[in-house]
């Protein structure tokens, strides 16, 4: 991820936050906006890879731009964490949001999508194994080459990731994602603090029951911030295949976390 530049035009990132926070400085605001909005050409960079060819960057860029300037003027500088990680969470829910609107979706790929997603779920506790492509077809009644092109359509055009954003209760509506949980250490309700962490450890212990592959898939994509291609790249496949593997991930940690938490639910 690019790297934010600490002096802008002169002033300090500091600076200007102290600016824009004790005194209400629309210029340092905006200043602001321009120092941090490498982070939006990330992460619109990120989410841009497997969406459909008329999703353009330019309006993931536009649509996050409103997620970054949200988090500016929300973000509390006396909470112990980075703007850094919280400007992200925001800038994806944004755009998540604004793609989410334009609902362009194919109501098939929606249907295939909650099919694969609950027939894995499904094998999973029947064989208390991770299922193969071979049973996953044979449960949906389609060849495993037609399973894979499903699971090209799901990742081409799904938004669903642990993007996923959950509702914190208590919080006043505020959410975080599964990937992106903030934990506030100076926080004054020990309850969401609790919530967090739940939260993350069932996602950990989720990952970890993946099969060996879509692990590696998630922790290099997710944590080390590698590419589709690079993936494949180490690990010796094609960009395709490691879509299909990310998306199939995706839909077993859906499934096994929608059997504790509902999305969009309060989770205490």
Not at 5 to 23: A, C, I, P, T, Y
Not at 160 to 171: I, N, Y
């Amino acid at each position: 991820m690019a790297g934010i530049d600490r002096s802008k035009n002169g002033h300090d990132v500091d600076d200007l936050w102290r600016r824009f926070k004790d005194f209400a400085d629309g210029s340092a605001r905006d200043q602001l906006i321009l120092a941090y909005s490498p982070l939006v050409k990330y992460v619109a960079g990120r989410m841009g890879t497997g969406l459909p060819a008329h999703i353009e960057e330019g309006d993931l860029i536009s649509y996050g731009l409103l997620g970054l300037i949200g988090a500016i003027e929300r973000f509390d500088l006396e909470r112990n964490i980075k703007f850094e990680t919280y400007a992200i969470s925001r800038i994806k829910g944004s755009i998540i949001d604004e793609l989410r609107a334009l609902d362009w979706v194919p109501r098939s790929v929606r249907s295939w999508a909650r099919q694969v997603e609950r027939t894995v779920t499904e094998l999973e506790n029947e064989l208390r194994r991770a299922p193969t492509d071979v049973e996953i077809a044979a449960s949906l009644d389609v060849s495993v080459a037609e399973l894979q092109g499903i699971l090209t359509q799901i990742s081409s055009a799904s938004i669903v990731a642990l993007d996923e954003f959950w509702t914190l209760s208590g919080s006043g509506g505020d959410k975080v994602t599964l990937m992106d949980t903030i934990e506030d250490e100076t926080a004054p309700d020990p309850a969401r603090a609790l919530d967090i962490q739940a939260v993350k450890e069932m996602l950990a212990e989720a990952i970890r029951r993946l099969p060996e592959r879509e692990r590696i898939v998630i922790g290099l994509y997710y944590y080390e911030g590698l590419t589709l291609k690079e993936i494949g790249d180490v690990l010796g496949v094609t960009e395709s295949r490691v879509s299909q593997l990310h998306t199939k991930a995706i839909l077993r940690l859906k499934g096994r976390m929608k059997e504790q938490i509902e999305p969009g639910e309060p989770l205490r």
